[in-house]
């Protein structure tokens, strides 16, 4: 691993990691910073949307400060999702599929979510930071979901029919 690789702080429990990058990219945080759930107590998604973050999964936020204009943004989303979704066909989910913007789903259900979050300056409209937060379904079962989310989730254990090994999901997503 280079010198320059950003550490990835790794939380228990958290309500949201994206809302805890977003506090700390207000406070300075560099580029590149990371936080890692095992547990999110209040996981979001686009709007206000709620994303169910049971044990098992994998909950990530990265604080990002790119020297690029807010209109070259847009396609950010985008790109993570495909990134990942490209990361998680080299680990055997070859089914994986967008949904359009941010989503990545198998057979109609969604194995991926990504949330792109910014803050601009109010006066010259200048990037500050973006938070990239993504939530992966790994080794949740249907009852880890709970019977509401159940019927719209699936987890990679649950499409490759068996526990995927943590390090080969999460080093498979984290590179891309």
């Avoid at 547990?39 to 973050?53: D, E, F, I, K, L």
């Avoid at 409209?125 to 379904?137: M, Q, S």
């Amino acid at each position: 691993m280079g010198e320059n690789l950003p550490l990835i702080e790794v939380v228990d429990e958290i309500g949201s990691t994206n809302a805890e990058m977003k506090r700390r990219g207000r406070g300075g945080a560099p580029h590149g910073a990371a936080l890692r759930a095992r547990v999110q107590t209040a996981g979001r998604g686009q709007r206000t949307h709620v994303w169910a973050s049971p044990a098992g999964g994998l909950y990530l936020s990265v604080l990002l400060r790119p020297d690029v204009s807010a209109t070259a943004l847009p396609a950010l989303p985008v790109a993570c999702a495909m990134g990942a979704m490209g990361a998680l066909r080299e680990a055997g989910c070859p089914g994986a599929r967008l949904k359009w913007p941010n989503d990545i789903v198998l057979e109609g259900r969604k194995l991926c979510g990504i949330l792109t979050e910014l803050e601009l300056e109010a006066e010259t409209a200048a990037l500050r930071y973006v938070v990239v937060g993504l939530g992966l379904n790994v080794s949740q079962t249907e009852a880890d979901f709970g019977p509401e989310v159940a019927p719209v989730a699936v987890s990679l254990a649950q499409a490759l029919g068996r526990a995927p090994r943590r390090a080969e999901a999460a080093g498979a997503v984290i590179a891309a």
